[in-house]
């Protein structure tokens, strides 16, 4: 099975950087991912790593080590529309299905 | 817009009820899988379709079913329903080509 942690709440102010720390165990890993849900809308993909190390994609990046099941997810020059909750995903390696963590709820004040 | 329909967006209904859920894949997309995400359990994954055939099953109750049809779009089926299956019902496609998967806006169903 898989097993997914990451901090429940998170505040953060306009402008800052802000690291959403996820680690996972599982019985079977290809790739982790996150993805960005606004309340009441579908969550909408952000990151995939399924190497050791940094994914850059412009305002966010996504750190994995493999050997730690430790995932990072790191959003620069926040901005007010940032507030959202983040969801960090392991996908299975037989089907491709993914586990998803409860998410961390991100509030980005001025 | 991620290209994945869902039908309805809005549900209520009654306990004892059955209720289905229809969802349209991003045009090619062969996999469809269906996730519940409800207030206190995050989202959890039901089960997948692949080109009509069930390919995987995750935290499904007995009391529902699924499937998916020559035109790949597919239906989740709830049924006995009980006020705690009260939640947002996604669909999500993706490509056999691709990594990530797409999300259709989802389904609010209340029960009452």
């Known amino acids: 099975g898989q097993n997914i942690d990451q901090p429940t709440e998170m505040t953060a102010t306009e402008g800052a950087i802000v690291q959403i720390n996820c680690t996972y165990q599982?019985?079977?890993?290809?790739?982790l991912f996150w993805y960005q849900q606004h309340a009441g809308e579908a969550p909408t993909f952000l990151s995939y790593n399924v190497l050791d190390g940094l994914e850059e994609k412009g305002r966010f990046s996504s750190f994995l080590s493999r050997s730690k099941g430790y995932s990072y997810l790191l959003l620069k020059e926040l901005q007010m529309k940032d507030s959202a909750s983040y969801l960090c995903?392991?996908?299975?390696?037989?089907?491709?299905?993914?586990?998803f963590g409860k998410g961390t709820m991100l509030l980005v004040s001025p | 817009d991620s290209g994945v329909t869902q039908t309805p967006k809005h549900l209520i209904t009654a306990t004892g009820q059955r209720v289905t859920l229809r969802c349209s894949p991003r045009s090619g997309d062969l996999s469809v899988y269906w996730y519940q995400q409800s207030l206190d359990q995050g989202l959890q994954f039901l089960i997948q379709y692949y080109n009509g055939e069930e390919r995987a099953k995750g935290n499904i109750l007995e009391r529902f079913s699924a499937q998916q049809f020559p035109d790949l779009h597919s239906e989740l089926n709830l049924s006995s329903l009980e006020l705690g299956d009260s939640a947002l019902y996604f669909c999500a496609s993706s490509s056999p080509v691709e990594y990530e998967q797409y999300f259709g806006p989802g389904t609010r169903l209340t029960v009452t």
């Open positions: 599982t019985s079977g890993f290809n790739g």
């Open positions: 995903a392991v996908r299975d390696h037989r089907y491709s299905t993914l586990t």
